[in-house]
């Protein structure tokens, strides 16, 4: 999930357009994580793994999902246009990982799995709940012991709070206005290493629901759906 600074813009390129700004009168943001982990030690034979426990507060001001300032669904005509400031936001996440085997004389290469979930209040975050999940496969060829490929899949649940807008807009502005619900990707990567320090990268992604399952009524197009979609992907990367 997103995190918004405050009430500043939600496009990072317009919020930070060259990256260097430094803000220091912006409400805080408090982060902590405790982690533990087991049969991580250096030649280790036995599977290592870990899990994390995260969580974070921010202290600025949000815009209720729903609600207008003057206490109307921002739907209704009615409505002040303007939405309802909530007090602070807050936020937890949880991360597992496990090797399922590992290659002999190998920290590294060998099989594992992940799975990442996450949480946030509904009334003042579009996606409430996300999990993701995976497996991975790092050099299981002698021949190629740097190459990694991976698949996951991920799970974004629109909160009940954005659905309930979308039925207020099917009560004040369009009765077939479409509801969203959820956003689903499946994703698959392979990392082929050319030479020591650079990489090939493809990836192919499969988008169900895209941006929940309709566009923002302030868009091109409001209250489309858009259709599931494929992306294909390629970076390199060099190190010097």
Do not use: C
């Not at 030690?41 to 003057?70: C, E, M, V, Y």
């Not at 999990?131 to 990694?148: Q, W, Y």
């Not at 309709?214 to 759906?225: I, R």
């Amino acid at each position: 999930m997103a995190i918004r600074l405050g009430l500043a813009p939600a496009n990072p390129q317009e919020r930070n357009r060259y990256g260097v700004n430094f803000r220091v009168n912006d409400p805080p943001l408090l982060l902590g994580q405790i982690q533990y982990a087991w049969n991580n030690t250096k030649g280790d034979p036995n599977p290592a793994g870990q899990i994390k426990f995260g969580g974070w507060r921010h202290f600025g001001s949000f815009a209720d999902q729903r609600l207008a300032s003057n206490g109307l669904p921002l739907a209704s005509p009615a409505s002040s246009g303007e939405p309802l400031l909530l007090s602070g936001d807050i936020g937890g996440w949880m991360v597992f990982e496990q090797k399922l085997y590992r290659v002999p004389k190998s920290d590294d290469r060998g099989i594992g799995i992940f799975a990442r979930v996450s949480g946030a209040p509904a009334d003042r975050n579009l996606i409430d709940r996300y999990v993701d999940a995976g497996i991975e496969f790092i050099g299981l060829n002698d021949s190629r012991p740097d190459d990694k490929f991976g698949i996951a899949a991920g799970y974004a649940h629109v909160s009940k709070r954005a659905q309930t807008l979308d039925a207020d807009y099917r009560a004040f502005v369009d009765p077939t206005w479409p509801m969203r619900s959820f956003e689903g990707l499946l994703t698959a990567v392979y990392q082929y290493q050319i030479r020591d320090g650079w990489t090939l990268q493809p990836k192919l992604q499969y988008i169900i629901h895209p941006g929940g399952g309709a566009t923002s009524p302030s868009s091109a197009m409001p209250g489309k759906a858009l259709h599931n979609a494929t992306v294909l992907g390629l970076r390199t990367t060099l190190k010097f």
